[in-house]
């Protein structure tokens, strides 16, 4: 259960940095309830991984939150923010979702 909250956490991560991708071009009550957004994401972001870190490793918890969030932030660049798909952003991507699954194997 701990590595399930543990990926919702990273996926509120990615939520958040969807938020603020989108704070860039908007303005307006829009512009407030993608801070809105943002906010509440991080927040449960947080909160979500302190629980999973309740029951596993901080040394594993953080880099597993972070890499989810890296990884989604780069693919949510690459599918609603134009950013390029060169194949060094994919190889070193590929390397860290492996990192990823090292992390879950060993810890």
């Known amino acids: 259960m701990s590595w399930i909250i543990l990926v919702l956490a990273g996926l509120m991560e990615v939520g958040f940095t969807f938020c603020l991708g989108k704070t860039k071009t908007s ?21 979500l991984m302190t629980k999973a870190a309740e029951r596993l490793p901080i040394g594993t918890v ?18 609603f923010f134009n950013e390029p798909a060169t194949f060094w952003r994919i190889f070193f991507i590929t390397t860290l979702i492996l990192s990823i699954i090292g992390l879950k194997v060993m810890g």
Do not use: N, R
């Not at 303005?27 to 909160?47: D, V, Y």
């Not at 953080?62 to 599918?79: K, M, Q």
């Open 27 to 47: 303005t307006g009550q829009e512009l407030a309830l993608w801070w809105l957004g943002f906010l509440c994401a991080l927040g449960l972001s947080m909160f």
């Open 62 to 79: 953080y880099p597993v939150w972070t890499g989810i969030g890296a990884v989604g932030a780069v693919l949510v660049g690459i599918l």
